[in-house]
């Protein structure tokens, strides 16, 4: 009996601790496919967010038929406990429906004008201020990868960026201050995430965008060609203005949405999302599998045909200080900036 009972105790000792073992990784595995502590459980819907700059940094704007509405302003006024920041509602922090309660008070106060910025008036910063990681897609329209001389890739091409490349709408960008004179545009798609995202398939990717933004991966080509890596023409600061609204996935389809470039009025792209190589959900979840995706991080889904780099080298007048530039998206509005 006794050694019955210690070779009882030894197999029921050795259970519990492989079990104990195989915790964390079951823990991490169930903690991936749920929304961590301080993300939203349900990605807001019917939304457009901006970022406005005030005299003490950024504030939320919110979209509305009365212009931006001004939610720092009306958050303390009205004590909705709404988010005031775009990273607030990022990491779902005050009542998200407080907006709607703000926008609604607003409306009706005798002040109105004081909580509502005119579009043609609002100064604004970039949509998202805060990312942790911007991702750009190399030669991800099938007719810009032919423009260039290149075959369509067969899995996405990454590069970064970093946070002090972000620019805005209205914004400007100094290349009189650079090491570099082939200035290039790339009007782009931007998709910002919305949850913590880990090996998601393709099939689940959507309910991980929160939205999409309108941007331009503002290039120098002869910094990107010294080397086989892109990061130093694509990384000069000011070089990714995105806005002025972030609009909530559910009102966009951002695979099928028109896309133009505009340098000093004259139209040098025009095409669709359509001609992506890799669609939205494609590079979320290929992303996905190499590294953790947090809420408020962007990806850059590249640019289609008509980039000056395109061009035959006769033909190729680089961008200067002066130009104004306007990269329009269908349905996520205007993106304009000027060179300086």
Same mark, same amino acid.
């Given at each position: 009996?006794?050694?019955?009972? !210690?070779?009882? $105790?030894?197999?029921?000792?050795?259970?519990? *601790?492989?079990?104990? %073992?195989?915790?964390?990784?079951?823990?991490?595995?169930? *903690?991936?496919?749920?929304?961590?502590?301080?993300?939203?459980?349900?990605?807001?819907?019917?939304?457009?967010?901006?970022?406005?700059?005030?005299?003490?940094?950024?504030?939320?704007?919110? !979209?509305?038929?009365?212009?931006?509405?001004?939610?720092?302003?009306? &958050?303390?006024?009205?004590?909705?406990?709404?988010?005031?920041?775009?990273?607030?509602?990022?990491?779902?922090?005050?009542?998200?429906?407080?907006? !709607?309660?703000?926008?609604?008070?607003?409306? %009706?106060? %005798?002040?109105? &004008?004081?909580?509502?910025?005119?579009?043609?008036?609002?100064?604004?910063?970039?949509?998202?201020?805060?990312?942790?990681?911007?991702?750009?897609?190399?030669?991800?329209?099938?007719?810009?990868?032919? &423009?260039?001389?290149?075959?369509?890739?067969?899995?996405?091409?990454?590069?970064?960026?970093?946070?002090?490349?972000?620019?805005?709408?209205?914004?400007?960008?100094?290349?009189?201050?650079?090491?570099?004179?082939?200035?290039?545009?790339?009007?782009? $798609?931007?998709?910002?995430?919305?949850? !913590?995202?880990?090996?998601?398939?393709? *099939?689940?990717?959507?309910?991980?965008?929160?939205?999409?933004?309108?941007?331009?991966?503002?290039?120098?080509?002869?910094?990107?060609?010294?080397?086989?890596?892109?990061?130093?023409?694509? #990384?000069?600061?000011?070089? *990714?203005?995105?806005?002025?609204?972030?609009?909530? %996935?559910?009102?966009?389809?951002?695979?099928?949405?028109?896309?133009?470039?505009? /340098?000093?009025?004259?139209?040098?792209?025009?095409?669709?999302?359509?001609?992506? /190589?890799?669609?939205?959900?494609?590079?979320?979840?290929?992303?996905?599998?190499?590294?953790?995706?947090?809420?408020?991080?962007?990806?850059?889904?590249?640019?289609? &045909?008509?980039?000056?780099?395109?061009?035959?080298?006769?033909?190729? /007048?680089?961008?200067?200080?002066?130009?104004?530039? /306007?990269?329009?998206?269908?349905?996520?509005?205007?993106? #304009?900036?000027?060179?300086?």
């Amino acid at each position: 009996m006794d050694h019955d009972r !210690r070779t009882f $105790l030894k197999t029921t000792s050795l259970v519990a *601790a492989m079990a104990a %073992a195989s915790l964390p990784a079951a823990t991490e595995a169930a *903690a991936q496919s749920g929304p961590k502590a301080g993300e939203p459980k349900e990605l807001p819907k019917g939304m457009t967010f901006a970022t406005l700059r005030r005299q003490d940094g950024f504030g939320l704007g919110l !979209r509305t038929d009365r212009g931006v509405l001004d939610v720092v302003a009306a &958050e303390q006024d009205f004590r909705e406990g709404a988010p005031t920041t775009i990273d607030a509602v990022f990491q779902a922090q005050g009542d998200i429906n407080g907006l !709607r309660r703000l926008v609604d008070k607003a409306r %009706a106060s %005798a002040s109105a &004008e004081r909580y509502f910025v005119a579009l043609d008036k609002a100064a604004f910063g970039p949509c998202v201020t805060n990312p942790e990681k911007i991702i750009c897609i190399g030669l991800n329209y099938r007719r810009h990868a032919a &423009e260039t001389g290149n075959p369509v890739p067969k899995q996405p091409i990454l590069f970064n960026k970093y946070n002090t490349a972000l620019n805005c709408h209205g914004g400007t960008i100094g290349v009189s201050e650079e090491d570099a004179q082939k200035f290039d545009y790339e009007a782009e $798609l931007v998709i910002v995430i919305g949850r !913590r995202a880990r090996n998601v398939s393709e *099939a689940d990717a959507p309910n991980y965008i929160f939205g999409y933004a309108t941007g331009n991966d503002f290039t120098a080509r002869d910094l990107q060609s010294r080397s086989s890596q892109w990061m130093l023409g694509k #990384s000069l600061d000011g070089s *990714a203005p995105i806005g002025p609204w972030l609009v909530t %996935a559910d009102q966009v389809d951002g695979d099928n949405l028109k896309i133009e470039c505009r /340098v000093n009025g004259q139209v040098r792209q025009s095409s669709n999302t359509s001609d992506m /190589v890799f669609n939205c959900k494609q590079l979320v979840s290929y992303v996905s599998k190499y590294f953790t995706l947090k809420p408020g991080d962007i990806i850059f889904t590249g640019t289609p &045909e008509g980039v000056i780099s395109g061009y035959p080298k006769d033909k190729q /007048v680089w961008l200067k200080a002066g130009d104004t530039l /306007v990269t329009s998206i269908e349905k996520l509005g205007d993106l #304009s900036f000027t060179l300086t």
